[in-house]
């Protein structure tokens, strides 16, 4: 297609029809000459939103298409969908709408944006989540396609005051939901298949790989913050380690964890020593990090809903950052760099 706005019948054939799913919150779409979309009026709850963009893969698939997708920074479109809802529910928001920008390179035909945009309705309608608007456009800068999704989600009445009530973390118990390094775990089984079969059994690999079903913190987060006053945040890039380093440093407190308490599952164990990289370190999407004084009972609260979580520490008063590994400590380390891109 040639650079410039995707032409308008391709537009109204190929991008607006794919968009079927409805939510009475919204009163009225962007289309095709309407550039904004309308809220119904709400009485109760705040506004939150959310961007995540992402360099997307293309389904029909040509030669550079099948090489860029050894870039570990490449993703399919749901994940995008997914992080965004994840980031609006773990502020204690119910994602509703999002906006959809996507750039293409020259060299999309027709089918491939349309296969674009099925996979974005099919995320959006999975997570109840209605596409509002947004932008196509073809540039000759591009050459992948790059897609951003800016998502919307009403906190209610109830959830301001939960959320409100945890902001203070000083004292909190931490907990940690399923389990540290899935997406990267993932990611790294799908890349080095072949080379992890040589050594391991085809039901380890193959469930590695199966780990994207975990993805989604829509479920731990809706019960956190059913189960008293709570502050949470989703673990991606950076791992489980920047995750607690981000909330730390933004509430000005400091913290203490017991490494051995982490959750690890034995795929990503072995996945991880295979390819040489830090699970502490490495994307964990899936995994929701919550903060609450009365950590028992939010753990007991996600169990009764077959949520796996555990208690690994809790947030100080002091500026300290420690690391607890039996009768080791040592300061926790500034965020690195994801431990996924030394395996590019």
Same mark, same amino acid.
């Given at each position: 297609m040639n650079s410039g706005k995707v032409p308008v019948n391709v537009l109204k054939r190929s991008v607006l029809r794919q968009l079927k799913n409805k939510r009475t919150e919204i009163a009225d779409s962007a289309g095709l000459g309407a550039d904004c979309a309308v809220f119904a009026p709400f009485s109760k709850g705040q506004m939150v939103t959310c961007v995540q963009e992402g360099v997307v893969e293309l389904?029909?698939? *040509?030669?550079?298409? /099948?090489?860029?997708?050894?870039? #570990?920074? +490449? !993703?399919? !479109?749901?994940?995008? %969908?997914?992080?965004?809802? *994840?980031? &609006?529910?773990?502020?204690?928001?119910?994602?509703?709408?999002?906006?959809? +920008?996507? %750039?293409?390179?020259? =060299?999309?035909?027709?089918?491939?944006?349309?296969? &674009? !945009?099925?996979?974005?309705?099919?995320?959006? =309608?999975? &997570?109840?989540?209605?596409?509002?608007?947004?932008?196509?456009?073809?540039?000759?800068?591009v050459r992948q396609p790059i897609a951003t999704a800016t998502g919307y989600g009403i906190l209610s009445e109830a959830a301001v005051t939960q959320v409100s009530a945890g902001k203070k973390l000083a004292g909190q118990d931490i907990i940690i939901t399923k389990w540290i390094g899935l997406e990267g775990t993932a990611d790294l089984a799908a890349r080095n298949r072949e080379k992890l079969l040589v050594r391991y059994p085809a039901y380890l690999v193959e469930e590695a790989a199966a780990f994207d079903r975990y993805y989604s913190i829509l479920p731990e987060a809706a019960t956190a913050v059913k189960s008293g006053g709570c502050t949470m945040h989703d673990i991606s890039e950076g791992g489980v380690f920047a995750a607690l380093w981000e909330m730390a440093e933004g509430a000005g407190v400091g913290l203490t964890?017991?490494?051995?308490? #982490?959750?690890?599952?034995? /795929?990503?164990?072995?996945?991880?020593?295979?390819?040489?990289? *830090?699970? @502490?370190?490495?994307?964990? $999407? $899936?995994? &929701?990090?919550?903060?609450?004084? /009365?950590? =028992?009972?939010?753990? /007991?609260?996600?169990?009764?809903? $077959?949520?796996?979580? +555990?208690?690994?520490?809790?947030? =100080?008063?002091?500026?300290?950052?420690?690391?607890?590994?039996?009768?080791? +400590?040592? @300061? !926790?380390?500034?965020?690195?760099?994801?431990?996924? @891109?030394? *395996?590019?």
């Open positions: 389904q029909c698939e *040509n030669d550079l298409a /099948e090489a860029e997708r050894e870039d #570990l920074s +490449v !993703m399919p !479109m749901r994940r995008i %969908f997914q992080k965004c809802a *994840n980031n &609006l529910a773990a502020a204690g928001a119910e994602p509703v709408a999002a906006e959809l +920008v996507i %750039f293409l390179p020259e =060299t999309v035909e027709e089918p491939e944006l349309k296969a &674009l !945009m099925e996979e974005a309705e099919k995320a959006a =309608t999975d &997570l109840n989540i209605q596409i509002i608007g947004g932008q196509t456009r073809v540039s000759s800068a964890i017991d490494m051995k308490k #982490l959750p690890l599952r034995q /795929e990503t164990v072995e996945v991880c020593e295979f390819c040489n990289v *830090n699970p @502490y370190e490495l994307r964990s $999407g $899936g995994s &929701l990090i919550i903060a609450s004084p /009365e950590g =028992t009972a939010v753990v /007991e609260a996600l169990a009764a809903e $077959g949520i796996p979580a +555990v208690i690994v520490g809790r947030f =100080t008063d002091s500026n300290d950052r420690l690391i607890l590994n039996e009768d080791e +400590v040592r @300061y !926790m380390d500034r965020p690195q760099r994801d431990e996924i @891109y030394k *395996n590019v």
